[in-house]
Structures are given as structure tokens and as C-alpha cells.
């Protein structure tokens, strides 16, 4: 009797008994393309290039076991929020949040958490987007990036708590 030296658990089966293939993350492998490209614009000094430095994505895909769920849950992951977020204040508005579907017929459904979640930050003074693939990506962030600096009125709020960095 054989050894089994693969710790994995054997792939699914479809219904002729063939295994499953492996999914493809379209999305994830979009969105790496798409921050590679931004940080070509900001090496090459485009008018989008600044959003490279201030852009990060927020965590929230994928699976994970349950317990590891729990904890980041315990820590402040929510549920639908968008997959990249530009800090930069822009055409009125206090930054982007952008949700990035693969480009059509590989796009997902946008999620009811998904579309709360744009309305609740578009309700609080953020541009809020929904993307179909790369090249509308491209297109939001271009267009955004394009707007104005968004001016401030007023003085700044001092705030006194927390510790000097």
C-alpha cells in the first residue's frame, strides 16, 4: 500500500467523476495588472501617476478558514467593502473608492454588501465606482485623477488625542 505524500485534499469531482478545475482569479489577476500599470504612470510622471502612492486595496476577498474569518472580522473587516481605494482628494470629493469586477463575461455579480457599500460612501463625500475590467478601471481613475484638487474651507480641527508620530 502506497504512501499518500500529498497533504492536500483531493480536488472535487464533477458529475462524470473528472476533477474539478482549479478557479481563476480574473479579478485578483486584473487588479495586480492595473496596479502595475499605475505604477508605470507614476514612473513615467503622468497625471495619474500620483494616485500609485496613494492607492491601496483593502483586503476583504478570498477564502479563508474559519476561524482566521472570525478573527479579521473581530478586527474590522466589513463585508462589501471596495476592493481599491485612492486617498486623494479630487473634484469635490474626499477620495475613491473603486470596486473592480473582472472584464465581461468574467465579471461577478456586484454584491447587495457591495452596492451598500458605495452607497454609504458616496453618501459621505467620497466618489464611489464600479469598474467592468481593467480598461474602465483605467478610465475612472483617469477621469479622476484629471478633476481638480478638492480645495478645503476653513481651518483644520486640532485633534489632541493619540500620540505625535
Not at 467592468?132 to 480645495?151: C, D, F, N, R, S
Amino acid at each position: 500500500m502506497a504512501l499518500n505524500t500529498n497533504p492536500r485534499k483531493p480536488r472535487a469531482r464533477t458529475a462524470s467523476g473528472k476533477p474539478r478545475k482549479k478557479p481563476v482569479d480574473w479579478e485578483g489577476q486584473e487588479q495586480t495588472r492595473l496596479m502595475l500599470w499605475l505604477r508605470g504612470e507614476f514612473n513615467r510622471g503622468t497625471a495619474v501617476g500620483p494616485a500609485h502612492e496613494h492607492t491601496y486595496a483593502v483586503p476583504n476577498g478570498g477564502s479563508r478558514h474559519g476561524l482566521e474569518a472570525a478573527k479579521m472580522k473581530a478586527q474590522g473587516v466589513r463585508s462589501g467593502v471596495s476592493d481599491l481605494v485612492i486617498a486623494i482628494p479630487r473634484g469635490g470629493y474626499h477620495g475613491l473608492y473603486l470596486e473592480l469586477k473582472a472584464t465581461p463575461p468574467r465579471d461577478a455579480d456586484l454584491a447587495e454588501s457591495q452596492r451598500v457599500w458605495l452607497e454609504r460612501m458616496e453618501a459621505a463625500g467620497y466618489c464611489a465606482k464600479l469598474a467592468l475590467g481593467i480598461e474602465q478601471a483605467k478610465q475612472v481613475i483617469g477621469e479622476y485623477m484629471a478633476a481638480p484638487m478638492t480645495a478645503t474651507l476653513g481651518e483644520k480641527e486640532i485633534i489632541v488625542a493619540g500620540t505625535d508620530w
